[in-house]
Every structure is written in structure tokens, then in C-alpha cells.
């Protein structure tokens, strides 16, 4: 390897460890990246129902217009929503390890004497109330760790705080970090990085709007079959399967213990009943619903999910869990467009020139005038030489 080389990969090393070492920072810039864009569509959309009506709404005002009525919209909710909520969330805490000892009982009353129908003789089943025990710290700790995560006010106001003043930032004035981080690319592949740019926008948008279409299918009919089951505390349930349906595969997991543990206040068949219906709601949301609603959008599939939710929270912690689908989804199109299309689908087939040719001829329409006039002066065709 020449000098050169040898630099090239040493500064690629210390921009790595650099990284690694701000990440948690690098993560509050990507969450409010996420929402300058859900408000830049909100600026966007207000600014053409201005024009619709024969009113010339600058930016400035959009923004500020947007920044209200959403401030509007969120005290209204935890206003209307909290309340009743943390009412019956407090009564959910206390009540649910009762369902659950009572669980474990009913459980070990099995095990000393079984049903005549159930043949037990052949099975050593373990002590529930002993083994419940012994798993009892480990799920103390994690609640404790999760807690503890919160229980640092200060910490987490500060954190709010800068991604509110990031988000802000970047919804007055996207056009200029937009270019800032276009001219980080080699100049004959400027355009192209801005066409990506703008489908990772795009793709964005769509999975939070589909995402929040599912969450409220999800606690509307949580609510609809708690409340046909008779299950107490039918409002905070149905709010905390929505709420943890914006987590696939994991939050569904966590958002049915605490209907099954207050249901088995009243007996086993009626959690049972509610198993059964949060496992036929999840399929009907995962197999009917988001497909519908998502058609035109990105997908990604089960395993893909899982395994960034696991990679994001294991290497970044809960913020990785938090953003580990917009770090997906960000990432699949990169991939896609970058990795697979540019590179990997032209290798060895159309000569450069052509390629060059046909890049231009698609590429060279002028920006859609909703992302805004971007600085292309200096920018080189892509992948011309």
C-alpha cells in the first residue's frame, strides 16, 4: 500500500472511534432529523394550501405555523389522554404482580395435583412460585436499569431540549445542511447522493405514517376486545399496545403482559382469552392491515427487523432500540440505491460511457421544487471522469 493508502485508513480508523465515541449525540441528531422531516412535510403542505387560497405563506411562518399547531395538538392530547391514564397505569403497577403470583400458584396447584385428564407422572415439573424467585432480581434489575434511564430529569430535559433546538434548526433552513452534507460526496456522484437523499426522505414519510396508521388499528381493536373480555383498565391497555406497536416484533411482546396478568385477577381461561386475541390482532395488523397500508412503501422483512433491533440496541442501547427502524429503513435504501444499483448491478456490464450517458439523461431534471433549489454549481455529471 502506498502513503497515501496507509492515511487514507488510519483517518478512516479515528473517524470510526470518533463515531463510536459520540454515538448517543449522533443519535439525538438523527431522532430530530426524523422529526424535522414528519414537520417539513407539515411546512410543505401548509405552504400549498397558502397557495391554494391565494396566500403567500414564507417559510419562516410555515414553520412557525407548524411548530404551534403542533404544540397545540400535543397539549390537548396529554391533556385529554394523560389523566385518565396514569390513573389507571398506577392501579395496572400494583395490581399485575398479584395476577402474576396468582399465575404461578395456580400453576404449582397443578403440578401437586393434576387434573385426572392430564398425565403428569412422566414430567418433573419445576416449584413456578421458586423459579419465579429466582428470575425475580433479574427482572427487578432491568425494570430498575429502565427505570433509572428516566429517573435522571435533568439529563433527559437537556437531551429533549437539544433535539428541539436541532429539529428547529433544521426545518428553517434544510436546503443549506442538505448541500452541507451532498458536497461530502465526490462531485461526480453529487446528484445522484441527492436523489437518494431524497427517497430516504420519501421512505421515511411513508414508514411513520403507515407506522402510526398501524399503531391506532392496533389500539382500536385492543380496546374493542379488552373491552368484550371484560379485562379491567381497558384505556391504559389499549394506549400501551399502540404505544409499543411503533417497536415491531418486541413491543407486541411487552405490550400483552399487563392485560394477561390483570385478567388472571379473575381467572386463567380469561387471560387465555386475552392472549388469543392480541395474537390474533398482531397477525391481522402484520398479514392484512400493514401490508395495505404500506403497499407502496418500504419493507422490511421479520428477520431483517428483528436483527437490527437487536444490533441497534445492543451497540447504541435504548435509543438504538428506539430508532433502530429509521436506521433500517435509511439503511436498506442506501443499499439499495448505492451498494446494489451503482455499484454491484454495473459491474462488468454497460460501459462507463453509456452508463454515464444514461445517468444524465434521467438525472438531469431540475430538483422537484418541494425539496427546495440545491447549490449544484461545480457538481460534475455522474460518474463522469
Same mark, same amino acid.
Given at each position: 500500500?502506498?502513503?497515501?493508502?496507509?492515511?487514507?485508513?488510519?483517518?478512516?480508523?479515528?473517524?470510526?472511534?470518533?463515531?463510536?465515541? +459520540?454515538?448517543?449525540?449522533? $443519535?439525538?441528531?438523527?431522532?430530530?432529523?426524523?422529526?424535522?422531516?414528519?414537520?417539513? =412535510?407539515?411546512?410543505? !403542505?401548509?405552504?400549498?394550501?397558502?397557495?391554494?387560497?391565494?396566500?403567500?405563506?414564507?417559510?419562516?411562518?410555515?414553520?412557525?405555523? =407548524?411548530?404551534?399547531?403542533?404544540?397545540?395538538?400535543?397539549?390537548?392530547?396529554?391533556?385529554?389522554?394523560?389523566?385518565? +391514564?396514569?390513573?389507571?397505569?398506577?392501579?395496572?403497577?400494583?395490581?399485575?404482580?398479584?395476577?402474576?403470583?396468582?399465575?404461578?400458584?395456580?400453576?404449582?396447584?397443578?403440578?401437586?395435583?393434576?387434573?385426572?385428564?392430564?398425565?403428569?407422572?412422566?414430567?418433573?415439573?419445576?416449584? +413456578?412460585? @421458586?423459579?419465579?424467585?429466582?428470575?425475580?432480581?433479574?427482572?427487578?434489575?432491568?425494570?430498575?436499569?429502565?427505570?433509572? +434511564?428516566?429517573?435522571?430529569? #435533568?439529563?433527559?430535559?437537556?437531551? &429533549? $431540549?437539544?433535539?428541539?433546538? $436541532?429539529?428547529?434548526?433544521?426545518?428553517?433552513?434544510?436546503?443549506?445542511?442538505?448541500?452541507?452534507?451532498?458536497?461530502?460526496?465526490?462531485?461526480?456522484?453529487?446528484?445522484?447522493?441527492?436523489?437518494?437523499?431524497?427517497?430516504?426522505? %420519501?421512505? &421515511?414519510?411513508?414508514?411513520?405514517?403507515?407506522?402510526?396508521?398501524?399503531?391506532?388499528?392496533?389500539?382500536? &381493536?385492543?380496546?374493542?376486545?379488552?373491552?368484550?373480555?371484560?379485562?379491567?383498565?381497558?384505556?391504559?391497555?389499549?394506549?400501551?399496545?399502540?404505544?409499543?406497536?411503533?417497536?415491531?416484533?418486541?413491543?407486541?411482546?411487552?405490550?400483552?403482559?399487563?392485560?394477561?396478568?390483570?385478567? &388472571?385477577?379473575?381467572?386463567? !381461561?380469561?387471560?387465555?382469552?386475552?392472549?388469543?386475541?392480541?395474537?390474533?390482532?398482531?397477525?391481522? %395488523?402484520?398479514?392484512?392491515? =400493514?401490508?395495505?397500508?404500506?403497499?407502496?412503501?418500504?419493507? #422490511?422483512?421479520?428477520?431483517?427487523?428483528?436483527?437490527?433491533?437487536?444490533?441497534?440496541?445492543?451497540?447504541?442501547?435504548?435509543?438504538?432500540?428506539?430508532?433502530?427502524?429509521?436506521?433500517?429503513?435509511?439503511?436498506?435504501?442506501?443499499?439499495?440505491?448505492?451498494?446494489?444499483?451503482?455499484?454491484?448491478?454495473?459491474?462488468?456490464?454497460?460501459?462507463?460511457?453509456?452508463?454515464?450517458?444514461?445517468?444524465?439523461?434521467? @438525472?438531469?431534471?431540475?430538483?422537484?421544487?418541494?425539496?427546495?433549489?440545491?447549490?449544484?454549481?461545480?457538481?460534475?455529471?455522474?460518474? %463522469?471522469?
Amino acid at each position: 500500500m502506498k502513503l497515501g493508502d496507509w492515511i487514507a485508513v488510519i483517518c478512516f480508523v479515528v473517524a470510526l472511534v470518533i463515531i463510536w465515541e +459520540f454515538r448517543e449525540a449522533l $443519535l439525538l441528531v438523527l431522532g430530530a432529523v426524523v422529526l424535522s422531516i414528519a414537520l417539513n =412535510s407539515l411546512v410543505r !403542505l401548509l405552504q400549498a394550501w397558502g397557495d391554494l387560497f391565494g396566500i403567500k405563506l414564507s417559510r419562516g411562518m410555515a414553520v412557525l405555523i =407548524s411548530i404551534v399547531l403542533v404544540g397545540l395538538f400535543g397539549t390537548l392530547f396529554f391533556a385529554l389522554v394523560a389523566p385518565p +391514564f396514569i390513573n389507571q397505569f398506577q392501579q395496572l403497577i400494583e395490581l399485575a404482580p398479584i395476577g402474576f403470583q396468582r399465575f404461578l400458584n395456580w400453576l404449582d396447584q397443578i403440578r401437586v395435583s393434576p387434573p385426572v385428564w392430564l398425565n403428569l407422572e412422566q414430567l418433573q415439573l419445576p416449584n +413456578f412460585s @421458586e423459579l419465579a424467585q429466582q428470575v425475580g432480581p433479574l427482572a427487578q434489575n432491568v425494570i430498575e436499569n429502565f427505570v433509572t +434511564f428516566f429517573s435522571n430529569s #435533568l439529563a433527559v430535559l437537556v437531551k &429533549l $431540549l437539544f433535539v428541539l433546538v $436541532l429539529t428547529v434548526m433544521f426545518l428553517v433552513d434544510p436546503t443549506s445542511y442538505r448541500t452541507l452534507l451532498i458536497r461530502l460526496f465526490p462531485s461526480f456522484y453529487r446528484r445522484r447522493a441527492d436523489k437518494i437523499l431524497t427517497l430516504c426522505e %420519501e421512505v &421515511l414519510l411513508g414508514w411513520m405514517g403507515g407506522i402510526v396508521i398501524n399503531s391506532i388499528f392496533v389500539a382500536i &381493536l385492543s380496546a374493542i376486545g379488552l373491552a368484550a373480555l371484560q379485562v379491567r383498565f381497558v384505556f391504559a391497555h389499549a394506549l400501551l399496545a399502540g404505544v409499543f406497536n411503533f417497536v415491531p416484533n418486541i413491543g407486541p411482546m411487552l405490550s400483552v403482559i399487563f392485560p394477561i396478568s390483570v385478567a &388472571l385477577l379473575d381467572s386463567p !381461561l380469561k387471560a387465555l382469552g386475552v392472549l388469543i386475541l392480541y395474537l390474533v390482532i398482531q397477525n391481522v %395488523e402484520s398479514y392484512w392491515f =400493514s401490508p395495505m397500508v404500506m403497499r407502496k412503501q418500504i419493507s #422490511l422483512l421479520p428477520a431483517v427487523t428483528l436483527t437490527a433491533q437487536i444490533f441497534f440496541a445492543t451497540f447504541l442501547g435504548l435509543l438504538g432500540l428506539i430508532l433502530a427502524l429509521p436506521l433500517a429503513v435509511v439503511t436498506k435504501t442506501w443499499l439499495e440505491e448505492a451498494f446494489f444499483k451503482d455499484f454491484l448491478d454495473r459491474w462488468g456490464g454497460t460501459p462507463r460511457s453509456e452508463i454515464s450517458r444514461q445517468m444524465v439523461a434521467i @438525472e438531469d431534471a431540475q430538483l422537484s421544487p418541494s425539496h427546495g433549489e440545491m447549490v449544484t454549481e461545480g457538481m460534475a455529471d455522474p460518474w %463522469e471522469s
